[in-house]
């Protein structure tokens, strides 16, 4: 139940979450007033991407039946906008390109809320042990009976970092391999007498940081405090990974917007995934 409070209470944070976001640069793409509505939530965003939606005020949504979902102009429009087009980098040539692919004739590329592909990245901060820290928690859609919810995928908590620094090569302490014929009674080694029992471990063998994070909670050593920031990665686009963070600022490029594109080449998404798992 905690665990499903805690879930929830974070859902509604980031509902109201605020990055803070410079504003102005050289280049910026001006907007002929059509496309101006800020893109206020992410499912609009979906919508946006898609052209799913008027191109005005969003408060018409367009379904498979009508003329203009999934129309070309209209998700053209959308994406020019759909870009942080005031603080973001991301190169002019790359974003045509990227648009070309999205809105081919042959093969157009949607979003899909419900698919594998994409996932919430979420910082927030937590009370470890009478101390404020700061966790990044994955969070993925995932199928539930007759809808779906969010999960806690993986976390990344700065306390248990070097927790299990398993020691490798001669500084490697280990049970001999004849450890059998003696009732392997010398694993007094492994649990008593050594301070790195993790070296008596398989050489494949990883942390589950997410058990021992909620193994904590449960223990009242950990207690959630607050979500500090919220952004989301997609690779549901063959071939190219973005990701979309929340611009709050005056004019009308603001809302969830694309601040991040890369086009990916082989053994670029697995490499992105690491950095983003904290994996490295």
């Known amino acids: 139940m905690r665990i499903v409070i805690f879930i929830f209470a974070m859902l ?4 109201s979450i605020v990055s803070g976001q410079g504003i102005g640069s050289p280049g910026t ?34 379904y498979p039946t009508d003329s203009a979902y999934h129309s070309v102009s209209l998700r053209r429009g959308f994406l020019q906008i759909l870009f942080d087009n005031q603080t973001s980098s991301v190169n002019p040539e790359l974003k045509k390109q990227f648009s070309d692919i999205v809105l081919s004739a042959n093969y ?13 990245e979420v910082q927030a901060d937590f009370i470890y042990k009478g101390k404020r820290e700061s966790a ?21 908590f700065a306390p248990f970092k070097n927790l ?10 280990f049970l001999h391999p004849l450890s059998h014929e003696l009732g392997f009674m010398n694993l007094r080694r492994a ?22 994070f909620l193994y904590e909670m449960k223990q009242n050593n950990l207690r959630y405090d607050t979500v500090t920031d919220v952004k989301f990665h997609f690779f549901q686009i063959d071939g190219w990974y973005f990701e979309v963070n929340q611009f709050n600022r005056p004019g009308f490029n603001t809302g969830w917007l694309i601040s ?8 670029d998404k697995d490499t992105i995934q690491k950095y983003i798992y904290d994996q490295n």
């Open 191 to 212: 649990f008593q007498d050594s301070k790195l029992p993790e070296s008596f471990t398989e050489s494949s063998f990883k942390p589950d940081y997410l058990t021992l």
């Open 108 to 120: 157009p590329q949607y979003l899909n809320f419900h698919r594998e592909g994409w996932y919430a």
């Open 29 to 62: 793409i001006k907007d002929d007033g059509k496309f101006a509505a800020s893109t206020k939530q992410l499912n609009q965003f979906f919508r946006r991407f898609n052209g799913e939606e008027s191109p005005t005020d969003g408060n018409v949504r367009y």
């Open 260 to 267: 991040n594109l890369v086009k990916l080449n082989p053994g």
């Open 136 to 156: 990044t928690l994955i969070l993925k859609i995932q199928s539930e009976g007759l809808g779906y919810e969010w999960v806690i995928e993986e976390v990344s």
């Open 12 to 15: 509604i944070a980031s509902i």
């Open 164 to 173: 299990f620094n398993k020691p490798v090569g001669d500084s490697k302490d």
